[in-house]
């Protein structure tokens, strides 16, 4: 064969170079499975791939690369944020943007619940586990088959508490010192505990086969919704979701809202604040619903044909998810009113409450504010600092001319205004002359009589 006429330029036009990555464009394990990986055991392999500690390539290349999420001080993001990295919060949404520029992938947000951000609410409560919990045998499984040993997506999720495939239940406490694991470890090694170096899969424990019907099929359900990461991805709206409960509304409850609601054991105005109202369900409560339909959430949202002869009817025997899990009664809060709220108390200078007393009037936490209302709460905050400043300063204003009179009171009795007659005099008053400026003021105004 002849080489001769190829030249340099016909290379350059047939040899294309992919543009190069800031970071190894590892690939997620078990994407489009019910096994898929999840966001954080990904970004701490990839922090082993580059030989560094999760959090060092956290502070170093990610956060920096974040507007507005850098603010976040990197000891509150570990404490309080990370575990919303695999919901549909902010940072889940700013992590895979920038996990994807970083890596140069494009299919990074499977590995959260964002494709499902039209039905499933940012941060809700029964919504991402507060502590990493694993299956101890799926680990030892990876360690003995020598495969990279990850943590599956369906394990962040709080209501996910069974694994299908070993029939045991999760664990989110070290075997070895019965510690629970911070989200990013110190060091990149998954599989062992953050704070003993033991291993977290273990394969000995004999345990009882689990035989909770209603616990499986929610890790079911989990599962089904991780492996259609895909579809909803491409195809869910809001609008498919309120759509698909309509239909139901008028196959099974001749078009009332209500009934279907108390049909399927929710409270009355359900279906109303779901359809009309446009609200997302809660996730446990989006569960609790293809639970009581009997279908899996990819069947309810994507099967096209009409749900044909379901048994409707209410049952009263079945445990509804809030029994499993306490907080599930709660809507997730109206942000735009919490907003408009909030507004109010910034554009209004007389009102210099704390946001720990307005915290308590909205019945919500700081956390949350903070998160959702970043720029409201810090006004909030430098308002009431700054009210409290003013105070002091009138205070003092006070307490100088108190000091001054009562001085001026003992001079013009003729007796000597001494230390020991102030004090006596102010402390009443609650005041005293170990403050500087209380002491400050006697000795000035005993200089201006002469003493
Ligand atoms: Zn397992
Ligand atoms: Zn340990």
Not at 122 to 140: V, Y
Not at 277 to 300: E, T, W
Request: overall charge positive.
């Amino acid at each position: 064969m002849v080489y001769s006429d190829v030249t340099i330029d016909d290379i350059d036009d047939r040899v294309i170079i992919p543009p190069r990555s800031r970071l190894f464009g590892l690939a997620p394990i078990g994407i489009g499975s019910s096994v898929s990986e999840g966001l954080i055991s990904y970004l701490i392999r990839l922090a082993g791939e580059h030989c560094i500690s999760p959090k060092l390539m956290i502070s170093a290349e990610l956060l920096p690369q974040m507007r507005g999420v850098n603010a976040v001080r990197h000891a509150e993001f570990h404490t309080d944020y990370a575990k919303t990295l695999q919901s549909t919060g902010k940072f889940a949404q700013s992590f895979v943007k920038v996990t994807e520029q970083l890596t140069c992938r494009s299919d990074i947000s499977l590995t959260t619940t964002l494709p499902w951000h039209a039905i499933v609410p940012s941060i809700s409560s029964g919504l991402m586990t507060q502590h990493p919990k694993w299956c101890s045998r799926c680990l030892a499984a990876d360690r003995v088959s020598g495969k990279a040993p990850y943590f599956r997506l369906v394990w962040g999720y709080k209501l996910y508490q069974v694994c299908l495939e070993h029939q045991t239940y999760l664990v989110d406490e070290c075997p070895w010192c019965g510690k629970h694991q911070p989200f990013f470890p110190d060091h990149a090694v998954i599989d062992r505990c953050n704070y003993c170096y033991g291993w977290l899969g273990t394969q000995a424990v004999e345990e009882a086969i689990i035989n909770d019907e209603q616990r499986r099929w929610t890790s079911l359900a989990i599962e089904d919704m991780v492996s259609h990461g895909l579809q909803a991805r491409n195809e869910l709206t809001g609008e498919m979701f309120r759509g698909k409960l309509m239909s139901l509304v008028n196959t099974y409850a001749d078009g009332h809202k209500t009934r279907l609601s108390e049909m399927l054991g929710f409270t009355r105005s359900t279906m109303a604040t779901w359809i009309t109202k446009q609200r997302k369900p809660l996730f446990p409560q989006f569960l609790y619903l293809c639970h009581q339909l009997g279908m899996l959430p990819s069947q309810l949202l994507f099967d096209n044909s009409a749900p044909q002869n379901l048994e409707l009817a209410y049952k009263p025997g079945i445990k509804k998810l809030h029994q499993i899990l306490p907080k599930i009664g709660l809507q997730e809060p109206p942000k735009a009113d919490i907003y408009l709220k909030l507004k109010g108390i910034c554009n209004d200078a007389n009102d210099c409450r704390s946001l720990t007393e307005i915290t308590a009037i909205l019945s919500l936490t700081k956390t949350y504010l903070s998160y959702w209302f970043p720029t409201e709460c810090k006004l909030i905050s430098l308002k009431h600092k700054q009210s409290i400043h003013r105070m002091t300063i009138q205070r003092h204003k006070e307490q100088i001319l108190c000091v001054r009179n009562i001085t001026w009171q003992l001079h013009g009795q003729g007796i000597y205004p001494s230390n020991r007659l102030v004090a006596k005099a102010i402390a009443p008053l609650k005041m005293s002359l170990l403050k500087p400026h209380i002491r400050a003021t006697h000795r000035q105004t005993l200089r201006n009589l002469n003493y």
